[in-house]
């Protein structure tokens, strides 16, 4: 028995997934301006990252889960304490991955130099104050937007963005989004939950497994499963 949708929905999302660069990822380093963090984990989205590092400490106010709007759907955001620990996690997820911060030094290079083939993880810092001492120092390398005009900075949601399109167009010469390199079942749950969000709820709230689609998007299930799903306990 199957649980029929909108082809075109399921081609989009589809599409949406098989794009993903699992080796692309940003970290905020105490970013906490909610319309900064929206447009951040929007841009992320747009260019096809998985999965992004928010470093927050506990002692001041967390931010809130619903400042990116429907990106957070595609996007999963890791948070993290102290730095440290996000870089940790980071270099373990996808180790020989370059550290890149956004900081004016004296060994800092015009991003647009950087080979962003590579796995590459951005740091970009807080409103006021910048990338702490300790990202600067576990960055691999500092990188700059040259300036021409009196400011010496641009607001990071914009500086991000101007970075990550250079990287999507990078990636995209070298032809790194035509092969997917999301695992299947992380696929798979984004997937079915993009096309069947109110069986997926129903799954979750029942404790089932996400059933099998065929190439249509249809959902594959048993008989069992329809009964278990419309089962109401008294």
């Not at 990106?71 to 890791?78: C, G, I, L, P």
């Not at 996000?86 to 991955?97: C, E, F, L, M, V």
């Not at 006021?128 to 010496?152: F, K, N, R």
Request: with cysteine; charged share 25%; proline share 3%.
């Amino acid at each position: 028995m199957s649980q029929s949708m909108s082809e075109s929905r399921y081609k989009r999302v589809k599409s949406v997934l098989d794009k993903r660069q699992t080796d692309l990822t940003v970290c905020l380093d105490e970013v906490h301006k909610h319309h900064n963090l929206s447009a951040i984990v929007r841009t992320a989205d747009a260019v096809g990252i998985h999965d992004i590092h928010a470093v927050w400490p506990y002692n001041q106010k967390r931010v809130t889960g619903n400042t990116s709007g429907g990106s957070k759907n595609w996007v999963e955001t890791h948070m993290h304490v102290k730095v440290e620990d996000a870089i940790a996690d980071i270099r373990k997820r996808t180790p020989g991955i370059q550290l890149l911060a956004t900081n004016l030094s004296d060994t800092a290079v015009d991003f647009r130099e950087i080979d962003y083939t590579k796995p590459t993880a951005i740091i970009v810092g807080q409103e006021q104050t910048g990338i702490s001492d300790t990202a600067l120092e576990l960055a691999d390398q500092h990188i700059v937007i040259p300036m021409e005009g009196m400011v010496q900075s641009l607001n990071v949601s914009v500086a991000t963005a101007l970075i990550l399109f250079e990287a999507q167009r990078q990636r995209k010469i070298a032809n790194m989004y035509d092969d997917s390199n999301l695992c299947q079942k992380i696929k798979h749950k984004l997937l079915f939950e993009g096309c069947h969000p109110i069986i997926a709820k129903q799954c979750k709230l029942k404790g089932l497994d996400y059933p099998a689609l065929d190439n249509e998007g249809e959902i594959i299930a048993t008989e069992a499963f329809w009964n278990t799903l419309r089962y109401k306990a008294c």
